[in-house]
C-alpha cells in the first residue's frame, strides 16, 4: 500500500508550492481515480473529464488533508465519490440510455490489465470472448442503482476493505456490507438474464 510518510511529505511540498510534487501526486493516483470514475460513468471521455474535475478539487482542497485522520487514498476516494454523486445528480435529467452499437471507450485507460497484457497461449476467440465478457459486466454495472454501483466498483474491482469503504461513502460498516451483497446479487441476476437472452 501507500506509505503515508512519503505521501504527507509529498503534500507538504506541493502545499508550498512544489509543482514537481503535484506531479509526483498526478501519476500516482491517475490510474486509480480514472479508473473509478469510468467504472462509474461508463465512457471514458467522462471518465477523462470527471478525473480532472477530481484533480482540480484535490489541488484546491490540498491543505485540508489530514494525515492523521486517515489514509490518503480514503480522502481521494471519497472526494472522488463525492463528485461522482454531484456528477449523477447534475447529469440524471440529461441521461438518455445507451445505444447498443456504441463502440466501447478506445480510451488505453479504459481497458482493465488483464486486456492489455496479451497471453500467448490464449487463441485470439478467448481473448474476444474474455473482453465481450468485460463488456457485459461493464454494461451490467452501469445499470446498477450508484449507491449499489459504488459499494461494489469499491469493494471488488479497487478492494478495498469494508472500514475504509465505509469511511468514503459516510455509512456504517454493515450498511455497505448490505450494499455489496445486494449488489452483487444484482449483478448475477443482470448477468444471468444476459446470458439467457445470448443463448
Given at each position: 500500500?501507500?506509505d503515508?510518510?512519503?505521501?504527507?511529505?509529498?503534500?507538504?511540498?506541493?502545499v508550498?508550492g512544489?509543482?514537481?510534487?503535484w506531479?509526483?501526486?498526478v501519476?500516482?493516483?491517475?490510474?486509480?481515480?480514472y479508473?473509478i470514475?469510468?467504472?462509474f460513468?461508463?465512457?471514458?471521455?467522462?471518465a477523462?473529464?470527471?478525473?480532472?474535475?477530481?484533480f482540480i478539487?484535490?489541488?484546491?482542497?490540498?491543505?485540508?488533508?489530514?494525515?492523521?485522520?486517515?489514509?490518503?487514498?480514503?480522502?481521494?476516494?471519497?472526494?472522488?465519490?463525492?463528485?461522482?454523486?454531484?456528477?449523477?445528480?447534475?447529469t440524471?435529467?440529461?441521461?438518455?440510455?445507451d445505444?447498443?452499437?456504441?463502440?466501447?471507450?478506445?480510451?488505453?485507460d479504459?481497458?482493465?490489465?488483464?486486456?492489455r497484457?496479451?497471453?500467448k497461449s490464449?487463441?485470439?476467440d478467448?481473448?474476444v470472448?474474455?473482453?465481450?465478457?468485460?463488456?457485459?459486466?461493464?454494461?451490467?454495472?452501469?445499470?446498477?442503482s450508484?449507491e449499489?454501483?459504488?459499494?461494489?466498483i469499491l469493494?471488488?474491482?479497487?478492494?478495498?476493505d469494508?472500514r475504509?469503504?465505509a469511511?468514503?461513502?459516510?455509512?456504517?460498516e454493515?450498511?455497505?456490507?448490505?450494499?455489496?451483497?445486494?449488489?452483487?446479487a444484482e449483478?448475477?441476476?443482470l448477468?444471468?438474464?444476459?446470458?439467457?437472452?445470448?443463448?
Amino acid at each position: 500500500m501507500e506509505d503515508n510518510q512519503v505521501v504527507s511529505l509529498l503534500v507538504r511540498r506541493c502545499v508550498a508550492g512544489d509543482a514537481a510534487a503535484w506531479e509526483e501526486i498526478v501519476q500516482r493516483y491517475n490510474r486509480r481515480i480514472y479508473n473509478i470514475c469510468y467504472r462509474f460513468a461508463g465512457t471514458g471521455d467522462d471518465a477523462q473529464d470527471l478525473t480532472q474535475e477530481v484533480f482540480i478539487k484535490m489541488y484546491r482542497t490540498l491543505n485540508s488533508y489530514d494525515v492523521d485522520r486517515g489514509a490518503f487514498m480514503t480522502w481521494v476516494t471519497t472526494m472522488t465519490r463525492n463528485l461522482l454523486v454531484d456528477h449523477f445528480r447534475k447529469t440524471k435529467q440529461d441521461r438518455v440510455t445507451d445505444s447498443i452499437d456504441e463502440a466501447p471507450s478506445e480510451h488505453e485507460d479504459a481497458m482493465p490489465l488483464s486486456d492489455r497484457i496479451q497471453d500467448k497461449s490464449a487463441p485470439p476467440d478467448a481473448r474476444v470472448q474474455s473482453r465481450e465478457t468485460s463488456e457485459t459486466v461493464h454494461r451490467a454495472l452501469e445499470k446498477l442503482s450508484p449507491e449499489l454501483r459504488e459499494a461494489v466498483i469499491l469493494r471488488d474491482l479497487q478492494d478495498m476493505d469494508y472500514r475504509e469503504i465505509a469511511t468514503v461513502l459516510k455509512v456504517p460498516e454493515g450498511t455497505v456490507k448490505s450494499r455489496i451483497n445486494r449488489g452483487r446479487a444484482e449483478l448475477a441476476r443482470l448477468l444471468q438474464r444476459t446470458y439467457k437472452q445470448v443463448i
